[in-house]
């Protein structure tokens, strides 16, 4: 079976612009994570979605948000970029309704300039 | 609010040896999860052990075993035997059950020395 699965592998976007990440869960799972890890650092919660709906959010500006699709998988916006932003995205997939396991894609390196 | 703190930011052990890394967590919480990720210079962030907080027993897998002390919220792994390929980084990790959130430590960069 495929893993979780991001894309792009990495970009390169200049302060101010919008940019959108996507990731795949592995089949059957119906959560989605997100995770923003700064260089040096520790992987920070971003968002949950659980079929299709908002579970949680971590303490991030209004500027991030994301959507799950009907197959499950997600995108992640980030609006106005700011040098800041610039790190690891992390997605994570588990099967959700208190199952713990989440599984890690490879993540999207984003650098803003 | 729960957090997880790795004191040993990076380690350096020959090969074959056994190395300790600390970590110690904050939570009111009762019931919960803790994990060790290992993070090698690829980033695919992979699930070392993980250890259920109602069980007393400590988790074991292969190589790697852990020392949970739930009164004192301290949870060290330690790698017995290492190998070239544990070079990573190593982050301790909590999740309250329930929750599919995931709180990281900050991480401890282990290299192991040939």
């Known amino acids: 079976d495929a893993g979780v699965t991001q894309s792009p592998t990495h970009l390169i976007k200049t302060r101010g612009q919008q940019v959108t990440l996507r990731c795949s869960p592995i089949?059957?799972?119906?959560?989605v994570s997100w995770y923003q890890q700064v260089l040096g650092q520790g992987p920070q919660f971003i968002f949950q979605?659980?079929?299709?709906?908002?579970?949680g959010r971590g303490n991030f500006p209004d500027r991030f948000s994301a959507r799950q699709f009907p197959n499950y998988s997600s995108e992640l916006n980030v609006n106005a970029l700011l040098l800041g932003d610039s790190a690891l995205y992390l997605c994570?997939?588990?099967?959700?309704?208190?199952?713990?396991?989440?599984?890690f894609g490879p993540g999207t390196r984003l650098t803003v300039t | 609010a729960q957090t997880v703190t790795q004191s040993q930011p990076e380690m350096s052990v020959q090969e074959a040896e056994t190395v300790t890394l600390s970590c110690t967590y904050d939570t009111s919480e009762n019931n919960y999860y803790l994990f060790w990720y290992k993070q090698p210079p690829s980033r695919q962030m992979i699930l070392v052990i993980r250890?259920?907080?109602?069980?007393?027993q400590n988790a074991t897998e292969n190589r790697f075993s852990v020392n949970f002390q739930k009164a004192a919220k301290s949870f060290s792994l330690k790698i017995s035997d290492s190998q070239l390929g544990d070079t990573a980084m190593y982050f301790c990790a909590f999740m309250k059950q329930g929750d599919d959130k995931i709180i990281f430590g900050k991480g401890t960069r282990l290299h192991i020395l040939p």
């Open positions: 979605y659980y079929e299709k709906e908002e579970r």
């Open positions: 250890q259920e907080a109602y069980k007393q």
């Open positions: 994570a997939s588990s099967l959700g309704q208190g199952d713990w396991e989440q599984y």
């Open positions: 089949s059957g799972h119906k959560s």
